[in-house]
C-alpha cells in the first residue's frame, strides 16, 4: 500500500508512536502541545514529509521531523523509520541543581533555614 501525500497530524502522532491513543494525540492538539513548522496545529492538520514538528509529550518538549507518513498504526522499527527525532538529549544528572528536600512533618521551615534557602537560590 502506498503512503498517502499528508495525513493528519494527530493520526501521524499516534501511528509513530509518540501517544498511546489517537484521542490522546487529538487532546494534545487541542491542548497546544503540538505545533507544525512552527504554527499551532490543530488536529486534522495535514502533515508532509519534511514538516518539522515539535511535541510536548509526558512533560518533555520533542523535536521531529516527518520522514514519511503513515496513517495506520505500525511496529517499533516501522515507526522509527518514519520520524527523525532531533529531539536534543536531556541535561546530565551532575547539571541539574538538586532542591532540598525536608522531612515529611517538619513542619515550616524556621527563619534562619529560609535564608539558608535563599542564599542557595540566589535571591
Known sequence: MPDPASVRVDAWLWAVRQYKT????TAACRAG?????????KAAQPV????ELRV??????????????????VGAAVAAEAVD?????PPPRDAVP????RDRGAGRPT????????RLRGR
Do not use: M, Y
Open 22 to 25: 489517537r484521542s490522546e494525540a
Open 33 to 41: 502541545h503540538v505545533r507544525v513548522n512552527g504554527e499551532r496545529a
Open 48 to 51: 508532509r514529509p519534511g514538516d
Open 56 to 73: 510536548r509529550v509526558r512533560g518533555f518538549e520533542r523535536h521531529l521531523v516527518v520522514r514519511r507518513t503513515i496513517a495506520k498504526r
Open 85 to 89: 527525532d532531533r529531539t536534543p538529549p
Open 98 to 101: 538538586q532542591v532540598p528536600v
Open 111 to 118: 527563619k534562619r533555614e529560609r535564608r539558608d534557602l535563599d
